[in-house]
């Protein structure tokens, strides 16, 4: 899920689709390509939305998920920033994220944890009248088909049956709060080996809307 803010935000002038592209290796890795499109309806010039929109984005992903890559970045000027004073103190929760994060070094993506989720952070800038287009690719702490021992209960069940092993994949895409237009369209990419039995959408063309949480599950037999 995606956390952003911004003054354009505030006044719906910014339209974001989110293309998720699910790739399942043969072993069950599986690597996600997110890619965020945010287009700025603002007039140039217009007071509060004709304005750059400058939005600090974080993506929630599973803890342990790690950034393979990531593009489309643009951070303000150093000088924009005003200094901290000498007699401020960070908030706890703040200082344990802080000491904990790292930094993607090709892209600058900060990398930390909150609230039991890994978080990519970075800059995105977008004009009135323009669109901007960020994505990230990051590998799953899981696979879909954990492997197996060839003398399990499960197995031997499954033999004796004379029945394919099945693999589930399940999905959810938690809404973010005060986010007006926001479209994910969904694509599962499944190794040839596994056949589908039952998805709960299309498996090429999913599509959910910001109104609620989004849920997408899937069953695949795996022949022997």
């Keep these: 899920s995606f956390h952003d803010k911004g003054w354009a935000r505030f006044?719906?002038?910014?339209?974001?689709?989110v293309d998720l592209d699910v790739a399942v290796d043969a072993d069950g890795t599986i690597t996600d390509t997110v890619t965020l499109t945010r287009t700025h309806y603002g007039e140039p010039g217009a007071?509060?939305?004709?304005?750059?929109?400058?939005?600090?984005?974080?993506?929630?992903?599973?803890?342990?998920?790690?950034?393979?890559?990531?593009?489309?970045?643009?951070a303000p000027d150093p000088s924009l920033f005003e200094a901290v004073e000498s007699d401020w103190e960070m908030d706890d929760d703040l200082l344990y994220e802080k000491e904990g994060a790292s930094r993607h070094a090709s892209s600058g993506t900060d990398i930390s944890e909150q609230g039991g989720k890994t978080v990519f952070g970075n800059w995105m800038q977008v004009k009135p009248g323009?669109?901007?287009?960020?994505?990230?690719?990051?590998?799953?702490?899981?696979?879909?088909?954990?492997?197996?021992?060839?003398?399990?209960?499960?197995?031997?069940?499954f033999t004796w049956l004379g029945r394919a092993r099945t693999d589930r994949y399940t999905l959810t895409i938690q809404k973010q709060s005060g986010v007006a237009s926001r479209t994910t369209n969904l694509t599962l990419n499944i190794p040839e080996a596994l056949r589908t039995v039952w998805?709960?959408?299309?498996?090429?063309?999913?599509?959910f809307d910001n109104r609620s949480d989004g849920f997408f599950a899937a069953l695949f037999e795996r022949p022997e």
């Design 47 to 74: 007071l509060f939305t004709g304005v750059n929109n400058v939005d600090y984005l974080r993506l929630y992903v599973p803890k342990g998920s790690v950034l393979l890559s990531a593009s489309g970045f643009d």
């Design 130 to 157: 323009k669109r901007s287009t960020a994505t990230f690719t990051y590998r799953l702490p899981f696979r879909m088909a954990a492997s197996r021992a060839d003398d399990g209960l499960t197995d031997r069940l």
């Design 11 to 17: 006044y719906r002038v910014i339209d974001e689709t």
């Design 199 to 207: 998805s709960s959408h299309n498996l090429s063309g999913a599509t």
